[in-house]
């Protein structure tokens, strides 16, 4: 056995997500085209550069209501693919609801090591912090959501110490929601994945949020989709027991029917589990007053 109870070929079929889910295609060819569609929603500043690097761009869609709360998005593709132009449809429902979106782009693997990509996602955080308000964003309510590698970033930024690595104020984000995340990279870092993501014991460890709980938490939503691979819902168990163990807020939503790609609908409609449950969390006094 290479981990836990999984030979190489069991371990490799958890994380295999492309096989186990065939329609996988279907899923990213639908995002694609409602994604188009929302590159033209009014108001929107799109391709904006945050950081040095051409990958290091993100775009804003600003809500019609002013000093709005701002939700950053960071997408998945397990560091080594996908894009934030595919993920753009998620930002009309929450403009909708009085919130302003932003759709945070990085650079992949394997031209890039994991610790550089959690660098260009705190670098798109300190920016937003710094001029969402000339977007009509209130920089004092900042929320992270992504999905996937996505919901490994947003774990990654929950535990950031800020004044340290951006000088910004210890808790510049209000609230977290991880979806279908990673948090315990030694799985990833034995299987098939590492080729192109080259982890070492050592980067593992120190990129795996289930080691790095902050002091004091932000309140968190784990979600992952039922019809997940048991090591994802492991993973997201994990999680959650552990931030409920250092003393945070911590909610858990297993939507029933929903494997990892389809998972992400929640998070765009305005009646999916997870939109209500991110909102509500958003508008709880802790987390900086209403969204929307």
């Not at 994802?232 to 029917?257: E, I, K, M, N």
Request: charged fraction near 20%; charge should be neutral.
């Amino acid at each position: 056995m290479i981990y836990r109870n999984f030979d190489q070929a069991g371990l490799d079929a958890q994380y295999n997500l492309r096989a186990r889910h065939p329609d996988f295609q279907r899923h990213f060819d639908d995002w694609a085209e409602r994604s188009r569609s929302a590159a033209g929603t009014p108001g929107a500043a799109l391709d904006l550069p945050y950081g040095l690097s051409p990958a290091e761009t993100l775009d804003v869609f600003p809500a019609r209501e002013p000093s709005a709360p701002v939700l950053v998005f960071i997408h998945g593709g397990y560091w080594r693919s996908l894009d934030k132009r595919e993920h753009r449809f998620l930002a009309p429902a929450w403009v909708q609801a009085g919130v302003t979106f932003v759709n945070v782009n990085y650079a992949l693997a394997p031209a890039v090591t994991l610790d550089e990509i959690v660098r260009q996602c705190r670098a798109a955080v300190a920016w937003t912090f710094r001029s969402i308000a000339g977007y009509g964003g209130d920089p004092r309510r900042i929320h992270v959501a992504g999905h996937s590698a996505g919901g490994h970033l947003t774990a990654m930024l929950l535990s950031t110490r800020w004044a340290e690595t951006e000088g910004l104020p210890a808790d510049p984000i209000r609230s977290g929601c991880a979806i279908s995340g990673l948090f315990d990279l030694e799985p990833v870092r034995l299987a098939f994945l590492n080729a192109d993501l080259r982890l070492t014991p050592e980067s593992a460890r120190r990129n795996s949020p289930l080691y790095l709980l902050p002091p004091n938490g932000a309140p968190l939503l784990a979600a992952v989709g039922a019809d997940e691979t048991a090591e994802f819902l492991r993973q997201s168990a994990d999680y959650a027991a552990a931030w409920r163990a250092g003393g945070h807020p911590c909610r858990q939503l297993v939507p029933p029917g929903r494997h990892h790609f389809s998972i992400l609908d929640e998070l765009a409609d305005p009646s999916g589990a997870i939109f209500l449950a991110l909102r509500e969390q958003m508008q709880a006094p802790g987390a900086g007053g209403r969204a929307g």
